[in-house]
Protein backbone atom coordinates (compact mmCIF):
# COMPACT_ATOMS: atom_id res chain seq x y z
CA UNK A 1 0.00 0.00 0.00
CA UNK A 2 3.25 2.65 0.51
CA UNK A 3 4.12 1.58 -2.68
CA UNK A 4 0.65 3.08 -4.20
CA UNK A 5 0.41 5.95 -2.37
CA UNK A 6 4.39 7.19 -3.33
CA UNK A 7 3.54 6.26 -6.93
CA UNK A 8 -0.15 9.06 -6.35
CA UNK A 9 2.63 11.10 -5.12
CA UNK A 10 4.15 11.50 -8.78
CA UNK A 11 0.81 11.73 -10.42
CA UNK A 12 1.39 15.05 -12.32
CA UNK A 13 -1.68 15.15 -14.52
CA UNK A 14 -3.08 15.27 -10.79
CA UNK A 15 -2.49 18.70 -10.53
CA UNK A 16 -5.23 19.98 -12.99
CA UNK A 17 -7.76 18.67 -10.91
CA UNK A 18 -6.16 20.51 -8.01
CA UNK A 19 -6.08 23.49 -10.04
CA UNK A 20 -10.01 23.46 -9.86
CA UNK A 21 -10.25 22.54 -6.83
CA UNK A 22 -7.48 25.64 -5.51
CA UNK A 23 -10.35 28.18 -7.32
CA UNK A 24 -13.37 26.34 -5.23
CA UNK A 25 -11.70 25.65 -1.93
CA UNK A 26 -11.17 28.84 -0.68
CA UNK A 27 -14.60 30.07 -2.13
CA UNK A 28 -16.19 27.60 0.23
CA UNK A 29 -13.41 27.87 3.29
CA UNK A 30 -13.01 31.64 3.51
CA UNK A 31 -10.15 32.88 5.90
CA UNK A 32 -11.08 34.12 8.83
CA UNK A 33 -13.73 32.41 11.82
CA UNK A 34 -14.86 29.76 9.55
CA UNK A 35 -11.46 28.75 8.73
CA UNK A 36 -10.58 29.01 12.15
CA UNK A 37 -12.93 27.03 12.89
CA UNK A 38 -12.37 23.90 10.53
CA UNK A 39 -8.94 23.67 11.44
CA UNK A 40 -9.06 23.55 14.71
CA UNK A 41 -8.17 27.02 15.92
CA UNK A 42 -10.18 26.62 19.01
CA UNK A 43 -9.30 22.72 19.51
CA UNK A 44 -5.54 22.67 19.42
CA UNK A 45 -5.26 20.21 16.42
CA UNK A 46 -7.29 19.51 13.37
CA UNK A 47 -10.52 18.70 13.10
CA UNK A 48 -10.99 16.12 10.73
CA UNK A 49 -9.07 13.26 11.70
CA UNK A 50 -11.26 13.44 15.00
CA UNK A 51 -14.61 13.75 12.68
CA UNK A 52 -13.45 11.02 10.59
CA UNK A 53 -14.26 8.73 13.30
CA UNK A 54 -17.65 9.28 13.67
CA UNK A 55 -18.12 8.90 10.14
CA UNK A 56 -16.19 6.04 9.70
CA UNK A 57 -18.00 3.94 13.25
CA UNK A 58 -21.09 4.50 12.02
CA UNK A 59 -20.77 3.37 8.65
CA UNK A 60 -18.80 0.01 10.09
CA UNK A 61 -22.16 -0.18 12.00
CA UNK A 62 -24.42 -0.27 9.38
CA UNK A 63 -22.14 -2.79 7.26
CA UNK A 64 -21.86 -4.95 10.49
CA UNK A 65 -25.85 -5.10 10.87
CA UNK A 66 -26.37 -5.68 6.92
CA UNK A 67 -23.80 -8.65 6.90
CA UNK A 68 -24.40 -10.18 10.35
CA UNK A 69 -28.32 -8.89 11.12
CA UNK A 70 -29.56 -8.98 7.36
CA UNK A 71 -33.37 -8.32 6.89
CA UNK A 72 -33.80 -8.37 10.56
CA UNK A 73 -31.66 -5.33 11.76
CA UNK A 74 -32.32 -3.64 8.36
CA UNK A 75 -33.79 -0.63 10.27
CA UNK A 76 -30.62 0.24 12.01
CA UNK A 77 -28.49 -0.64 9.49
CA UNK A 78 -30.60 2.13 7.79
CA UNK A 79 -30.10 4.12 10.79
CA UNK A 80 -27.08 4.31 11.09
CA UNK A 81 -26.20 4.65 7.40
CA UNK A 82 -28.08 7.83 7.31
CA UNK A 83 -26.04 9.26 10.46
CA UNK A 84 -23.07 8.56 8.32
CA UNK A 85 -24.37 10.41 5.33
CA UNK A 86 -24.84 13.15 7.46
CA UNK A 87 -21.91 13.45 9.21
CA UNK A 88 -20.07 12.51 6.20
CA UNK A 89 -20.92 16.49 5.21
CA UNK A 90 -18.93 18.41 8.01
CA UNK A 91 -16.27 15.86 8.05
CA UNK A 92 -15.60 16.10 4.18
CA UNK A 93 -15.79 20.76 4.68
CA UNK A 94 -13.17 20.16 7.88
CA UNK A 95 -10.91 17.85 5.65
CA UNK A 96 -11.48 20.37 2.56
CA UNK A 97 -10.30 23.42 5.14
CA UNK A 98 -6.73 20.80 5.29
CA UNK A 99 -6.90 20.54 1.54
CA UNK A 100 -6.48 23.96 0.31
CA UNK A 101 -3.34 24.58 2.07
CA UNK A 102 -2.02 21.46 0.35
CA UNK A 103 0.99 21.74 -2.63
CA UNK A 104 2.52 19.23 -4.66
CA UNK A 105 2.52 15.45 -3.59
CA UNK A 106 0.42 16.50 -0.99
CA UNK A 107 -2.58 17.81 -3.15
CA UNK A 108 -1.81 15.03 -5.32
CA UNK A 109 -2.33 12.32 -2.49
CA UNK A 110 -5.36 14.66 -1.16
CA UNK A 111 -7.32 14.74 -4.51
CA UNK A 112 -7.25 10.89 -4.56
CA UNK A 113 -8.36 10.99 -1.09
CA UNK A 114 -11.14 12.95 -1.73
CA UNK A 115 -12.29 11.09 -5.16
CA UNK A 116 -12.27 8.02 -3.05
CA UNK A 117 -13.93 9.22 0.14
CA UNK A 118 -16.61 10.79 -2.30
CA UNK A 119 -16.91 7.09 -4.16
CA UNK A 120 -17.73 5.64 -0.48
CA UNK A 121 -20.36 7.87 0.35
CA UNK A 122 -22.34 7.69 -3.10
CA UNK A 123 -21.60 3.50 -2.11
CA UNK A 124 -23.43 3.99 0.86
CA UNK A 125 -26.38 6.22 -0.60
CA UNK A 126 -26.73 3.77 -3.19
CA UNK A 127 -27.16 0.95 -0.42
CA UNK A 128 -29.56 2.99 1.70
CA UNK A 129 -32.07 3.52 -1.85
CA UNK A 130 -31.54 -0.04 -1.94
CA UNK A 131 -32.64 -0.64 1.81
CA UNK A 132 -36.01 1.27 0.81
CA UNK A 133 -36.69 -0.73 -1.61
CA UNK A 134 -36.49 -3.80 0.58
CA UNK A 135 -33.61 -5.08 -1.66
CA UNK A 136 -31.49 -6.45 1.19
CA UNK A 137 -29.18 -8.47 -0.81
CA UNK A 138 -28.11 -5.14 -2.73
CA UNK A 139 -27.77 -3.06 0.24
CA UNK A 140 -25.55 -5.30 2.04
CA UNK A 141 -23.72 -5.76 -1.24
CA UNK A 142 -23.06 -1.67 -1.63
CA UNK A 143 -22.16 -1.27 1.90
CA UNK A 144 -19.29 -3.81 1.92
CA UNK A 145 -18.31 -2.09 -1.02
CA UNK A 146 -18.44 1.00 0.46
CA UNK A 147 -16.23 0.00 3.15
CA UNK A 148 -13.78 -1.29 0.91
CA UNK A 149 -13.38 1.89 -0.85
CA UNK A 150 -13.53 3.79 2.46
CA UNK A 151 -10.38 1.74 4.15
CA UNK A 152 -8.20 2.52 0.84
CA UNK A 153 -9.13 6.04 1.10
CA UNK A 154 -8.51 6.26 5.10
CA UNK A 155 -5.33 4.50 4.57
CA UNK A 156 -4.53 7.68 2.22
CA UNK A 157 -5.58 10.22 4.91
CA UNK A 158 -3.22 8.22 6.93
CA UNK A 159 -0.31 8.60 4.62
CA UNK A 160 -1.07 12.48 4.52
CA UNK A 161 -0.85 12.43 7.89
CA UNK A 162 1.68 10.33 9.17
CA UNK A 163 4.44 10.24 6.05
CA UNK A 164 3.67 13.99 4.15
CA UNK A 165 2.90 15.66 7.68
CA UNK A 166 -0.38 17.54 6.62
CA UNK A 167 -2.20 18.56 10.24
CA UNK A 168 1.02 17.64 12.48
CA UNK A 169 2.95 20.03 14.65
CA UNK A 170 5.70 21.33 12.61
CA UNK A 171 7.84 21.92 15.69
CA UNK A 172 6.98 18.74 17.39
CA UNK A 173 10.61 17.13 17.01
CA UNK A 174 12.65 20.57 17.76
CA UNK A 175 15.07 19.95 20.37
CA UNK A 176 15.36 22.81 23.10
CA UNK A 177 17.90 23.35 25.25
CA UNK A 178 17.46 22.41 28.89
CA UNK A 179 19.29 25.54 30.57
CA UNK A 180 20.15 28.90 29.92
CA UNK A 181 21.71 29.26 26.38
CA UNK A 182 23.08 31.98 24.76
CA UNK A 183 22.04 32.62 21.37
CA UNK A 184 22.96 36.66 20.23
CA UNK A 185 24.85 39.62 21.32
CA UNK A 186 22.15 41.89 22.96
CA UNK A 187 23.65 45.05 20.82
CA UNK A 188 22.87 42.97 17.85
CA UNK A 189 19.01 42.99 18.38
CA UNK A 190 16.86 46.12 17.29
CA UNK A 191 13.78 47.32 18.66
CA UNK A 192 10.94 45.55 16.87
CA UNK A 193 12.99 43.77 14.12
CA UNK A 194 12.90 40.03 13.61
CA UNK A 195 15.96 38.07 14.17
CA UNK A 196 16.52 34.31 13.10
CA UNK A 197 19.02 32.47 15.46
CA UNK A 198 19.51 29.01 16.57
CA UNK A 199 19.29 27.77 20.00
CA UNK A 200 21.14 23.94 19.81
CA UNK A 201 20.51 23.55 16.40
CA UNK A 202 16.88 25.35 16.48
CA UNK A 203 15.84 27.79 15.21
CA UNK A 204 14.04 30.81 17.34
CA UNK A 205 12.49 34.09 16.29
CA UNK A 206 13.84 37.18 18.59
CA UNK A 207 11.88 39.87 18.70
CA UNK A 208 13.08 43.11 20.89
CA UNK A 209 9.63 45.45 22.37
CA UNK A 210 11.30 48.21 24.81
CA UNK A 211 12.81 45.95 27.63
CA UNK A 212 11.36 42.54 26.60
CA UNK A 213 12.53 40.27 24.50
CA UNK A 214 10.64 37.55 23.04
CA UNK A 215 11.16 34.08 21.61
CA UNK A 216 9.12 31.80 19.86
CA UNK A 217 9.92 28.90 17.56
CA UNK A 218 10.56 30.31 13.51
CA UNK A 219 9.16 27.18 12.12
CA UNK A 220 5.59 27.32 11.71
CA UNK A 221 3.29 24.74 12.93
CA UNK A 222 1.02 24.47 10.61
CA UNK A 223 3.32 23.41 6.95
CA UNK A 224 6.63 24.36 8.39
CA UNK A 225 7.10 28.07 7.06
CA UNK A 226 10.07 30.32 8.17
CA UNK A 227 8.40 33.09 10.30
CA UNK A 228 11.30 35.39 10.03
CA UNK A 229 10.24 35.77 6.91
CA UNK A 230 6.80 36.95 7.53
CA UNK A 231 5.34 40.10 8.52
CA UNK A 232 5.09 41.63 11.75
CA UNK A 233 3.02 43.91 13.48
CA UNK A 234 1.28 44.60 16.52
CA UNK A 235 3.27 42.18 18.22
CA UNK A 236 2.18 39.36 16.03
CA UNK A 237 3.81 37.28 13.25
CA UNK A 238 1.93 36.28 10.16
CA UNK A 239 3.41 33.41 8.17
CA UNK A 240 4.57 34.04 4.63
CA UNK A 241 2.87 30.60 3.33
CA UNK A 242 -0.56 30.23 4.47
CA UNK A 243 -0.92 33.13 6.67
CA UNK A 244 -1.13 31.97 10.40
CA UNK A 245 -1.01 34.31 13.15
CA UNK A 246 0.93 33.98 16.08
CA UNK A 247 1.73 36.15 19.08
CA UNK A 248 5.39 37.10 19.05
CA UNK A 249 5.56 36.53 23.13
CA UNK A 250 3.52 33.92 24.01
CA UNK A 251 3.56 31.82 20.47
CA UNK A 252 -0.73 31.40 20.93
CA UNK A 253 -2.50 31.43 17.60
CA UNK A 254 -4.15 34.55 16.84
CA UNK A 255 -5.17 33.54 13.25
CA UNK A 256 -5.82 30.08 11.52
CA UNK A 257 -5.48 28.03 9.72
CA UNK A 258 -2.22 26.68 12.01
CA UNK A 259 -4.30 25.38 15.14
CA UNK A 260 -1.38 25.09 17.80
CA UNK A 261 0.70 27.43 19.55
CA UNK A 262 4.41 28.01 18.84
CA UNK A 263 6.38 26.52 21.04
CA UNK A 264 8.03 29.43 23.44
CA UNK A 265 11.08 30.45 25.38
CA UNK A 266 12.53 32.51 28.43
CA UNK A 267 14.52 35.33 27.18
CA UNK A 268 16.97 37.49 29.32
CA UNK A 269 20.07 39.20 28.81
CA UNK A 270 23.09 38.11 30.73
CA UNK A 271 26.92 39.57 30.43
CA UNK A 272 25.70 41.18 27.59
CA UNK A 273 24.04 38.19 25.62
CA UNK A 274 21.00 37.40 24.78
CA UNK A 275 20.12 33.83 26.69
CA UNK A 276 17.15 31.24 26.09
CA UNK A 277 15.04 28.28 27.82
CA UNK A 278 12.10 26.75 27.20
CA UNK A 279 9.17 28.32 29.29
CA UNK A 280 7.69 25.81 32.17
Not at 171 to 187: C, G, H, I, M
Amino acid sequence: MLGIAKEIEKLEFLDKAAKVSSKIGPKLVPEGQIKDLLTGKWLGHPVHPMLTDVTIGLFIGAVTLDVLGGKKHSRSAQRLTLLGIASSLPTAWAGLADYVDTIGPQRRVGTVHAVGNATALNLFCRSCAARRRQDYLRAAAYSVAGAGVMAGSGYLGGHLAHHLGVGVDHTAFEQWPDEWTPVLDSKKLPQKTMTKVSANGTDVLLYRQGEEICAISNTCTHRGGALDEGDAEAGTVTCPLHASKFDLCTGKVIQGPASSPQPSYEARVNAGKIELKPKQ
